[in-house]
């Protein structure tokens, strides 16, 4: 697999990588991959998510998480066969909010009272921005703890992933404070979503874009870099996911598209390869191509459109059995391979 | 696996609402959009209700400005009485409609301005459902009202999950009426006595969370929609019944993909319990089944003989496509089986992945093709 070294990492100051995309375009992947990337030999690294939908659990089939970190794998190994530990963490609002609640006030029967009455639920559902703050705040807790802190078994992190909500939300979820202040101008939460802030904005948080070669997804990318910068928050890198094998080369591409192949040529190399060959399967072959060919031309027009943002982009392959732990550190390798860790 | 017989969905007169649901971008608009499209040049009088259209697809249905009512679709080529309207959601504005109708204008005015409602109606993750619900009522009632339409079609929100759909509009409404509210309205009404020493540990304490100013907002906000409570949770309550009935359907859309399909069952199972009638499965963007026979393996071996004399052999990658095309169209296979066999009985049709993006009525006519299985 690493035919080729790797390459110098691009994000060497950053302590949050925070990974976003349109739905379905890979980014919780892409977020276990780049985890699996960053825990070199001797670092600690977290995954967060925050979607509540388990989707590490079901990426490592491993149980269901608990709101609490847990080791889940052994980081992509190096040359010499060494890595460093991954955790994962599973960020439910509920639980932090009660969390925070414990944290700043004592609760005892309150606790229970508040539940009853659906003040969780409101604060956690429904109260607009709250739910984030909670959830971006214990992401930052993770980044921001302190070496020998007041717990003595907490695991200090060299870098915290997020999973984050996709693209169409990350907005609303990153900016608390905007969408917070005409909501809660004073109090606790406030200045907790100050903090947040800080620490979002400054060059120790990178938010990654998960994109496929697709115009939607593409497009709401673009609308993604220009929104975050608008907010004053660190793009980092393109992900680009779900590639379709470049099995062919460019001229092949262009020949196969325009029936310009040579069909006898093809049915002598089938049949030196020793396979069973007759007129219909060489048609049936270069038909395949062609589909593929029509793809990979509107594919290198969004290539071209992705380019134009002149950011670093990253480039991850269509696996095609699908993602288990082993295609996770194959995706992890190539990451590294390319440096975004 | 039976057979979603699409078209005799379409042409059954009986059929008033057809509702596409799923996980986000497994291509509910797309279906939406196709199927009023096909039942309107089959001779329905159609309206689609589209939530967030891609940007090409919305200009090429005259939708991209967002008004709020249903616009005549150009280009339809109808059969009989056909016509299709098409209309993309505003959430904010249908909120906003739904307070100015109930309330007196003053008393409007001032939910329309309160801080707490402009966030709650541009941003809390339920609204969107909430009104597409809303929105669907008010199209049924016109439509009952004034036949300007026999057929409905509902595409649904980008949710996380399919079941936010059904649950997040039972989940304002019973927050809208609940007994926080109550709890929140009781100091502004007055009687002391209501607030025993419970509650105040519970304004206390949603205070210390949200900060005294938002706290204030929401007090106002609930004292002036005091009001509309009822309504609120009857016009929730009159949508849920119509998803119940006889005239409605409901298509599950889901990609061949592990996540999308264990959604779909999970909606699938739903649409059971609440006796909602589903009509069955859209497995949208299967990869296109290879050609020939060739095995994977055979290929790749193939490949790997051409490639030790020629590293560029055109032959070789043809092969290797081919391979990989297998093996995905393989998995995806397993995948459809796993969920035919935990829910037999669910009528399911298929629709190939295009080349490119559908953004046009041509798009959308192939489409609709691929659902009622032509050709
Ligand atoms: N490089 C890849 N090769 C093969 N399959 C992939 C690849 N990347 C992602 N997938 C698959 O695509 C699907 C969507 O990926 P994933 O769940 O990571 O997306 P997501 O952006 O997190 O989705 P959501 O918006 O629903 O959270 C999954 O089934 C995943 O296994
Ligand atoms: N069968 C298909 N073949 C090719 N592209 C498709 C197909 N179905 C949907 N798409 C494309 O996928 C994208 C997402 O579809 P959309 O209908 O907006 O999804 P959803 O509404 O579920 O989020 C759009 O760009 C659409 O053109
Ligand atoms: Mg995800
Ligand atoms: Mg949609």
């Not at chain 1, 080791?71 to 066969?81: L, T, V």
């Not at chain 1, 959830?135 to 930052?140: A, I």
């Not at chain 1, 917070?180 to 109090?187: E, N, Y």
């Amino acid at each position: 697999m690493t035919a080729y070294p790797d390459r110098s990492p691009d994000w060497p100051q950053v302590g949050l990588h925070v990974v976003t995309g349109k739905g379905g375009t890979g980014k919780s992947t892409v977020a276990a991959a780049l985890a699996l990337a960053l825990a070199t030999t001797g670092k600690n690294v977290l995954l967060c998510e925050v979607e509540g939908r388990q989707g590490i659990a079901k990426m490592f089939d491993v149980d269901p998480l608990p709101y609490e970190e847990r080791r889940i794998a052994k980081g992509a190994p190096d040359e010499s066969g060494r890595a460093g530990q991954v955790f994962a963490l599973h960020i439910d609002p509920e639980s932090a909010l009660l969390e925070y609640l414990a944290m700043y006030y004592r609760l005892g029967r309150a606790g229970r009272a508040l539940d009853r009455f659906g003040v969780i639920d409101f604060a956690t559902t429904i109260a607009p921005g709250v739910r984030d703050v909670l959830l971006t705040g214990k992401v930052y807790e993770a980044v921001q703890r302190p070496r020998g802190g007041r717990k003595k078994d907490q695991v200090q992190y060299d870098a915290v992933v997020l999973d984050a909500p996709p693209t169409g939300r990350i907005g609303q979820f990153l900016n608390v404070n905007s969408e917070l202040a005409g909501l809660a101008k004073v109090g606790p939460v406030k200045s907790q979503a100050d903090n947040i802030m800080n620490l979002l904005r400054s060059p120790r948080t990178a938010v990654h874009l998960v994109t496929i070669l697709e115009e939607m997804p593409v497009q709401e990318t673009s609308d993604a870099v220009a929104e975050l910068r608008a907010a004053g928050l660190p793009v980092g890198g393109v992900v680009v996911n779900l590639v379709r094998p470049q099995a062919l080369s460019a001229a092949s591409l262009a020949q196969v598209r325009d029936d310009a192949v040579d069909l006898t040529a093809i049915t002598s190399q089938l049949t030196r390869a020793k396979v069973d060959v007759d007129a219909e399967l060489v048609a049936s072959l270069v038909d395949e191509g062609r589909d593929h060919a029509v793809r990979r031309q509107l594919e290198d027009e969004q290539r071209a459109l992705v380019a134009a943002e002149d950011l670093p982009t990253y480039e991850l392959p269509r696996l095609a059995a699908g993602i288990d732990r082993g295609a996770l550190l194959e995706l992890a390798q190539l990451l590294r391979q390319q440096g975004l860790a | 696996m039976p057979v979603l017989d699409v078209d005799a969905l379409l042409d059954d007169r009986g059929t008033e609402i057809i509702v596409c649901c799923g996980s986000g971008g497994v291509g509910k608009t797309t279906t939406s959009a196709a199927l009023a499209l096909r039942a309107a040049e089959r001779g329905r009088k159609v309206v689609v209700l589209t939530i967030d259209p891609a940007r090409r697809l919305a200009q090429s249905m005259g939708i991209e400005k967002l008004d709020n009512t249903p616009r005549p679709v150009a280009g339809i080529e109808a059969s009989g009485d056909g016509a299709l309207d098409a209309m993309m959601l505003d959430m904010k504005r249908t909120f906003d409609e739904v307070v100015e109708s109930q309330a007196t204008p003053e008393k409007a005015k001032q939910i329309l301005e309160n801080p707490f409602y402009i966030a709650l109606s541009s941003s809390f993750a339920g609204t969107q459902e909430y009104m597409a619900m809303e929105k669907l009522g008010q199209l049924h009632r016109e439509a009952l009202g004034q036949g300007t339409y026999d057929l409905i079609v509902v595409d649904t929100p980008p949710s996380r999950s399919a079941l936010d759909f059904l649950d997040a509009p039972e989940r304002l409404s019973s927050f809208l009426d609940g007994r926080l509210i109550r709890l929140l309205v009781a100091p502004a009404r007055g009687p002391a006595r209501l607030m025993t020493a419970g509650l105040s540990v519970v304004t206390n304490a949603l205070g210390k969370i949200l900060g005294g100013q938002m706290l204030r907002d929401v007090q106002t906000f609930v004292t002036a929609l005091d009001t509309l409570f009822g309504s609120f949770r009857q016009r929730a309550e009159k949508t849920f019944a119509l998803l119940q009935a006889d005239g409605t359907a409901f298509i599950v859309v889901a990609a061949p993909e592990p996540d999308a399909l264990r959604e779909a069952a999970y909606f699938v199972d739903r649409l059971t319990d609440d006796d909602m009638p589903l009509a069955g499965l859209v497995i949208n963007r299967a990869s296109p089944s290879a050609r020939t026979e060739l095995s994977a393996e055979e290929a790749i071996a193939a490949a790997d003989r051409l490639r030790a004399q020629d590293s560029s052999s055109l032959t070789a990658g043809l092969l290797q496509l081919h391979a990989d095309r297998v093996r995905i169209v393989e998995r995806e296979q397993r995948l459809r089986e796993r969920f035919a066999a935990s829910h037999p009985q669910v009528p399911t049709t298929v629709v190939p992945a295009m080349a490119g993006d559908v953004h046009d009525l041509d798009g959308l006519r192939e489409i609709g093709r691929k659902l009622a299985d032509e050709e």
